[in-house]
């Protein structure tokens, strides 16, 4: 395997990612050393239109089709890490959006299934991960607060929204042992990422991760 401190070899978008990779992620106290691969792998400009090509590794969110935002990179890393997705995992993403977090995700776990309430944008990012080789990531239209019962339970669940309370079909649907990681808050109160461990049946054990701010959750428990 080649060092990714080599550069030497590396293309315009590998060396961009990398940059990406020291600057905004480990620098932040990103970690995971399977994380910081599939941050490196998965190419972020695919996601973007092309006029946005050229900004595909900045340290913002970018925006993408529908008035929707593609995720900071670090945002990014950082819910992967906080789920602690093992390479036989199960999981969950409720907002599909571009699918760049989803492609991330599918570099982490077995499968990947993600949900996304537009059509237009479940589509788009279909195609996207098809044209890339994602074959481990099924793309679903439809109400993401209601989960996916049919593919439960999951060992990690993230969501790329933020609501004012955890709908109780993620919280049915995440194993024991389990993983969640969402925003939780309202558009005009301080969003805090949290983490959310399904510890037994009924209990639970709940990390506050730091302020973010997101896009509203939709949905029939949203």
């Known amino acids: 395997m080649r060092d990714p401190a080599d550069t030497r070899l590396l293309t315009d978008s590998e060396k961009y990612r990398q940059r990406m990779v020291e600057r905004q992620l480990i620098r932040r106290g990103i970690t995971d050393p399977r994380v910081l691969d599939a941050m490196r792998t998965v190419p972020r400009e695919a996601f973007v239109a092309d006029y946005l090509a050229r900004r595909a590794y900045d340290d913002c969110a970018l925006p993408i089709e529908l008035g929707q935002t593609i995720s900071q990179p670090y945002i990014v890393a950082l ?4 789920a602690e997705i093992k390479p036989g995992d199960r999981v ?3 907002g599909t959006g571009s699918g760049y977090a989803a492609a991330v995700l599918g570099q982490l776990a ?3 299934h993600t949900i996304e309430r537009h059509a237009l944008l479940a589509e788009t990012a279909r195609g996207r991960l098809a044209v890339l080789g994602h074959g481990n990531i ?3 239209c439809g109400d993401g607060t209601q989960g996916w019962a049919e593919h439960a339970p999951f060992d990690a669940i993230l969501a790329a929204a933020s609501g004012l309370r955890i709908p109780e ?6 194993a024991i ?3 969640l990681v969402m925003p939780r808050g309202g558009m005009r109160s301080v969003q ?3 983490k959310l461990t399904r510890v037994s049946e009924g209990n639970f054990a709940e990390e506050n991760l730091g302020s973010v701010m997101f896009v509203p959750l939709v949905g029939e428990h949203g």
């Open 177 to 179: 042992g389990g993983r």
């Open 138 to 140: 099924e793309v679903r």
């Open 79 to 82: 819910m992967a890490e906080a």
């Open 110 to 112: 077995a499968h990947v």
């Open 169 to 174: 079909a993620w919280k049915l649907q995440l």
């Open 192 to 194: 805090k990422l949290i």
């Open 92 to 94: 969950l993403e409720i």
